[in-house]
Nanobody
Framework: QEQLVESGGGLVQAGASLRLSCAAS????????MAWFRQAPGKEREFVAA????????YYAVSVKGRFTISRDNAKNALYLQMNSLKPEDTAVYYC????????????????????WGQGTQVTVSL
């Protein structure tokens, strides 16, 4: 069973940058598509970004495209999310996740289609 542990969250001002990390244990992450989701208070968990097994293709929510960059280092069993030009509306708990369906290039946007989750890391962006 995969175990995922996020880190790198914090409190920053609008316009700042943060880099989130997700460390995976268990089977090699190179076997999986991986994604980032986030959940703000009172809102449903939403898709942020995803990356294929090799890292060759990436996918983003419209709200973060051009500001966030997802990447992975399969040798280190790690996933990253570089977040630039942060806005108050980016405030949320951020989770890394692995989909239930193991096909490469299959990128579900519904959190219900993901099987493994980390515990989350809080990102708070102030004005």
């Amino acid at each position: 069973q995969e175990q995922l542990v996020e880190s790198g969250g914090g409190l920053v001002q609008a316009g700042a940058s943060l880099r989130l990390s997700c460390a995976a244990s268990g089977r090699a992450v190179s076997r999986y598509v991986m994604a980032w989701f986030r959940q703000a208070p009172g809102k449903e968990r939403e898709f942020v970004a995803a990356i294929t097994r090799s890292g060759g293709s990436t996918y983003y929510a419209v709200s973060v495209k051009g500001r966030f960059t997802i990447s992975r280092d399969n040798a280190k069993n790690a996933l990253y999310l570089q977040m630039n030009s942060l806005k108050p509306e980016d405030t949320a708990v951020y989770y890394c996740a692995v989909p239930s369906d193991g096909r490469d290039y299959y990128i579900p946007s519904d959190w219900k289609d993901y099987e493994y989750w980390g515990q989350g890391t809080q990102v708070t962006v102030s004005l």
